[in-house]
């Protein structure tokens, strides 16, 4: 943990997706009088509502967020205009606040906010481009594969439904030589405030429950519908990533619309798994049972006692 600056502290609040985190976050955020920073890797962009469970319109009200509708699709944002644009907005946040909310299951968003990472080799364009003729070719399996050989830390991280992310790595690789992860920091940077890391859990068949319903609750809201309006994009980073890849295939034909919505939930409960994954590997994580009834209390309560 960060060392305390000025009373000031950064409360992150993680866990896989569908375990209950937007309503912790507002709770928290309600209890110290403070605001939401999403660091959700999708619901950045305003074209993606439905299918990245957004807060609603009542959760937006009863806390202020940051980062929820901030870029459209198009734009190119990566994981470190993130951290620049981040850590000034809490620059910001902090001088009408002691406590900031920072929530969300992107665990790079996460890391790179509390903590940075190194400067990545700039790949050459040759190599991107070789990767994605791949891609085109032979389909995301045998980048997977590769991925898996040459960098089997990550393999275990990133979303494997997002052939972006794995091109990203493999170009790191095939420029540099040495694996994507390698490039995550050692060393830490400090940061001008203090860092209280809070996660939550529960049992799996509960949490799988919860994703398989979301699911649902999506395709009635109307996932289908955005999802189509959404086909003229569909090359777009941002799109490649569960929930719009898999109804993507189904309007291609690859896939009936039952298939692809078991494909969405089957997807959904493995990057469940990987999120837990990730953040267990950070031991200043405090756990907590998403399921507790007085669960908020308990993480209102270590927040004070690490004050």
């Not at 507790?292 to 308990?298: F, G, K, P, S």
Request: glycine share 6%; hydrophobic share 40%.
């Amino acid at each position: 943990m960060n060392i305390s600056h000025n009373g000031k502290t950064l409360i992150v609040v993680v866990g896989p997706t569908a375990v209950g985190k937007t309503v912790a976050a507002i709770k928290l955020a309600q209890h110290f009088d403070t605001v939401v920073v999403s660091a959700d890797s999708r619901q950045f962009f305003r074209e993606m509502s439905i299918g990245t469970a957004k807060p609603d319109e009542s959760e937006l009200a009863a806390a202020k967020h940051y980062f929820i509708n901030s870029h459209s699709i198009s734009e190119s944002f990566s994981v470190g205009d993130f951290e620049k644009q981040g850590l000034a907005l809490l620059d910001e946040l902090f001088k009408t606040h002691d406590h900031v909310i920072l929530a969300g299951g992107s665990g790079l968003y996460i890391k790179a906010i509390c903590e940075g990472f190194d400067d990545l080799p700039v790949a050459d364009i040759s190599v991107r481009e070789q990767l994605n003729l791949q891609l085109e070719k032979e389909g995301i399996a045998t980048l997977q594969e590769k991925l898996q050989q040459v960098d089997p830390d990550y393999y275990t991280q990133v979303d494997l439904n997002n052939p972006q992310r794995i091109i990203r790595a493999l170009e790191v690789f095939e420029t540099s030589g040495k694996p994507f992860s390698s490039y995550r920091k050692a060393t830490i940077n400090k940061r001008p405030f203090n860092i209280i890391k809070l996660a939550l859990d529960m049992p799996r068949e509960k949490l799988y429950e919860r994703i398989n319903l979301r699911v649902d609750t999506m395709v009635e809201q109307g996932l289908i519908e955005e999802v189509k309006t959404l086909l003229p994009h569909r090359q777009l980073n941002a799109l490649n990533t569960v929930g719009y890849a898999e109804l993507f295939d189904h309007f291609d034909g690859k896939t009936n619309l039952d298939e692809a919505l078991l494909l969405i939930k089957q997807n959904t409960r493995r990057f469940a798994k990987r999120q837990l994954t990730w953040f267990r590997k950070d031991k200043d994580f405090i756990w907590f049972d998403a399921g507790a009834d007085d669960v908020i209390n308990q993480m209102i309560k270590t927040i004070e006692a690490h004050a």
